[in-house]
């Protein structure tokens, strides 16, 4: 099946900082990407779906400003989640759909301290 | 508005069958997509149901029925390995997936 790679795995950062966070399509072309986000003991929440080329939509409730999200190319989207506070710790992960499949990142698991 | 519900825990005993219901509302529907996920890591695709009817996949089998928005998936000869997270996913027109609650399952020996 497609691979999706996500990096980095785990990440535990500074209040106040920014994390940027990739997703790959190592073996198609995905236009469009979509991030989700999953606290503990709930399902994925979408936040928003990334497509190539133009400006992500973002899901009701979800600041742009704060998690910025940039798909240059084919095979990459970026999430950068901005002066993070302990509130935005989660397992952030990024899925690509191709046929009728959705293709998984491993996840970033978020930790702001 | 979109809506999936199934339910939010399972158990059954190793070895036996059991079925885990989702219903859902939605416009511009598409298919629906059953999900694994064990603690800790990524949902991993199970199964996809786009036309009414039973697909089967190994003990793994869904049934959809697009005029009811129901559809189950159904794992046989239950393993202590497959205690995880089932989500059901709605896949829509506009390309988006949209995830159910989950049902965590648990399997007892």
């Known amino acids: 099946g497609a691979v999706v790679s996500q990096h980095p795995s785990r990440v535990i950062c500074k209040s106040g900082t920014s994390v940027k966070i990739e997703c790959r399509s190592l073996?198609?072309?995905?236009?469009?990407m979509f991030w989700y986000r999953q606290f503990p003991k709930q399902s994925l929440m979408l936040m928003a779906t990334s497509n190539e080329g133009s400006k992500a939509t973002y899901e009701q409730g979800v600041e742009k400003d704060k998690f910025l999200i940039n798909h240059a190319s084919l095979t990459l989207s970026t999430l950068t989640v901005t002066s993070a506070h302990p509130e935005d710790s989660s397992f952030y992960i990024c899925?690509?759909?191709?046929?009728?499949?959705?293709?998984f990142g491993q996840g970033t698991r978020l930790t702001v301290v | 508005g979109q809506s999936l519900e199934q339910p939010s825990e399972v158990t059954a005993v190793e070895g036996a069958i059991v079925q885990i219901n989702c219903t859902y509302q939605?416009?511009?529907?598409?298919?629906l997509s059953w999900y694994q996920q064990h603690d800790g890591g990524a949902p991993t695709f199970l199964s996809y149901?786009?036309?009414?009817g039973l697909e089967e996949t190994g003990r793994f089998s869904s049934f959809l029925s697009r005029s009811d928005s129901y559809g189950y998936l159904l794992l046989q000869e239950l393993q202590m390995k497959d205690s995880a997270s089932y989500f059901c996913a709605v896949m829509n027109r506009d390309d988006k997936i949209i995830f159910g609650k989950g049902t965590r399952l648990h399997i007892l020996p």
């Open positions: 073996d198609f072309q995905a236009t469009t």
């Open positions: 939605t416009s511009g529907f598409y298919g």
């Open positions: 149901n786009a036309l009414d």
């Open positions: 899925s690509a759909r191709w046929a009728s499949e959705a293709f």
